[in-house]
Each structure stands twice: as C-alpha cells, then as structure tokens.
C-alpha cells in the first residue's frame, strides 16, 4: 500500500491544519492519485518559551506519536513524508530506521532545506544550526528516496551530505492547485506591455528588492506587509488568499527575486534561489501567467528549456529585453505557459515524482 503523511494539531479541525498551500497541495494530489492518509497528530505545545527540560520532552512526545502512527505499516508499503517535518525531534531518524527494517519505504518530499539556509546565516544560533544538521541530515541520508527540487539541490546534497545518486529523485518543478480555473476567461487580454507582477510576502527584511524597483518599468505589487509608496509605475493592490490569487493578478510576467536589492539576487534568500523550486514560480505559471526569473537561479533552466518565461541579471534588464521581445514571441510563450499550466494544475510533476519513487 501507499500512504502520504498528514500531520495535525491534536483538537484542531483537520481542514485547518498545516495551511501551507505546497503542502496542502501534496496531500490533495497524493488523494487524487489513490495513496492513503496516514494521520500523525502532534500533542505538544508551542516549543519557543519552555525551558529546557520541557524543550526534551517534546521530542520523546513527538517520537512517541509517530511511532504510534507508523505501528499500523507493513513489510511493503510505501510511505510519502514531506520534508521537513512540522513537528521536528531529534529523534525522528531512529523511529523511520524502525519503519524501514520492518520493510516499509520511507520517502521524502523536500520542500525546504533549513540546513543549507542555517549554514549561510553567519548570526545563526549555534544550538538551533547543531539541531537542524542532526535532524535533518540523519533523516535525509536514511530515507529510501529523496524527491529533490532540482539538479542543482541534488548536487548540493551530495556534497553537503553525500546521498547518492540513486537514492534521490528530480521533482523539477512543485505543481499547484487551482479549482476551476479556466484560463482562456481569465487570461484572455495578456500583454507584454502590462505592469510586471509580484506576488510575495513583501516584508522589507526579506523583500527589500521590492522598495529598490527600477524606475524603467512598471509593478503591480500583491502581498502582506508592504511598506512602500505607491508611484506612478508601482501599485499596490492589496493581499489575498491562495485560493483567490490567481484571478487578481493582472500583468504580463511575474517576477521570480529575492534578496534586499533589484540588481541582483543576494544573502542568504538570494544564494537558496540557486538550489531552490519557489513557489511562487509555480503559482505564475499555473495561473497562465510567464515569469521573469533571476539568471542563476536554479529554475532558470526549467523556464528556458519550457519556453515559459525569460531570464535576467537585473531586474532593471527586463525593460531591454521586453522591448526586443516580439508579439509573436511573446504569444508563442504564453503558448507554452498554457500548457504548463494545466500539468502543473493536474499535479503532473508530482505524479512522476511519486511514481519515480516506487
């Protein structure tokens, strides 16, 4: 049998749980595709302000309710986690060694690396980067397969952590759900003059590109925290849900960026996108919408070789290469875009990846 993990608040109404949408989005694939749930429900408290014997016994608690869970497996079966987990415990790694010699498949989806992030924060805690190594890097090395963002995460972990080859799947890109999207309503007027879309957190710590716009180029900014002024070229329309998203963004590409400034992608967020699929790629492009990406991204290759997008060293670049950008090549990327965004909608990467696994 195939079975994905759900984890939960225990009390908490499960359609309220772990609302992130990569996540939220895995499990409802993984239900289209027939694999079956399997609940871990989390009994501890907010970790950040016990003491330290207290911080220890939520991991034995922790261990205690997956092993619980994972008791009902069989010599055989296949198990999907995604990576990391919520409920993180140093213990974890011993109780899925468990699992496997029983005969069960462990396998992870990643949708984050703490471990490569806590490594190039210079001012990381040294007991949360210790605890983030352990945890981590024991589960990854144990699992039997790793579904990686991309090439580039798989030679990271290689040599951060030396996984083979062939324990590692490429996912290439995180598929997202959109219900009833239909996109010939909602995209039929794109053009390429229009505004440059970003949607993000917009928060200054981490998005300060976005109050070092160029002034070449027109935005229209969608987001939580925004601090800015409002221009003549940047317009901000305000936030809302997933769910709501992708038929409120009105422009011509979306931008794919990160880091303090517009010239190019830096510290910590800007060194992740090299190894990193964001979601807000996927979101672009399953909302029919092409995307303007960072040249040394890791996705960079996927948007070239899908002709779904165009890449740039300088965000004040796109406004040249707009310009030199027919209509018709514009109208053959919207094309492909098209028809990208409904694998992606379908969970078409996903489904290989899982599939790759077995």
């Known amino acids: 049998m195939k079975y994905y993990v759900k984890e939960t608040k225990q009390g908490e109404d499960l359609a309220r749980t772990a609302g992130y949408k990569a996540r939220d989005d895995f499990e409802a694939f993984c239900e289209r595709f027939g694999i079956k749930r399997l609940l871990v429900t989390t009994s501890v408290e907010d970790r950040k302000n016990l003491n330290v014997f207290n911080k220890l016994k939520c991991h034995f608690i922790i261990k205690k309710n997956w092993e619980d869970a994972l008791s009902s497996l069989n010599k055989g079966d296949d198990l999907f986690i995604q990576f990391p987990i919520v409920e993180h415990s140093l213990l974890l790694a011993g109780v899925f060694k468990k699992a496997q010699k029983k005969g069960v498949k462990i396998n992870l989806l990643i949708h984050d690396i703490e471990l490569f992030r806590a490594m190039k924060r210079e001012n990381a805690d040294r007991k949360k980067r210790f605890r983030i190594q352990r945890e981590e890097t024991d589960i990854l090395k144990i699992a039997h397969k790793v579904i990686v963002h991309n090439s ?55 998005a300060g590109y976005v109050y070092d716009l160029p002034d070449n180029q027109s935005f229209n900014l969608y987001g939580i ?10 317009r901000y329309h305000g936030s809302f849900e997933p769910e709501a998203l992708p038929y409120a963004v009105k422009g011509s590409f979306g931008l794919v960026w990160d880091g303090l400034t517009s010239k190019t992608c830096t510290g910590v967020f800007g060194e992740y996108l090299k190894i990193n699929n964001p979601h807000k790629t996927s979101f672009y492009l399953s909302s029919g919408i092409p995307v303007v990406i960072w040249k040394q991204a890791a996705l960079a290759d996927f948007v070239l070789k899908h002709h779904c997008g165009i890449v740039v060293d300088d965000v004040k670049d796109i406004h040249d290469t707009l310009s030199s950008l027919s209509d018709e090549e514009y109208q053959s990327m919207l094309d492909s875009t098209k028809m990208l965004s409904q694998k992606l909608r379908e969970g078409y990467f996903t489904k290989k990846a899982i599939e790759a696994c077995l």
């Open 152 to 206: 580039h995460m798989r030679e990271t972990l290689k040599e951060l952590i030396d996984i083979d080859d062939d324990h590692m799947v490429d996912l290439e890109i995180f598929d997202y759900l959109v219900d009833d999207f239909h996109y010939d309503e909602v995209r039929k007027h794109l053009r390429k003059d229009q505004p440059i879309i970003i949607a993000a957190n917009l928060i200054k710590e981490k």
């Open 225 to 234: 925290n925004y601090t800015g002024n409002e221009t003549d070229l940047i």
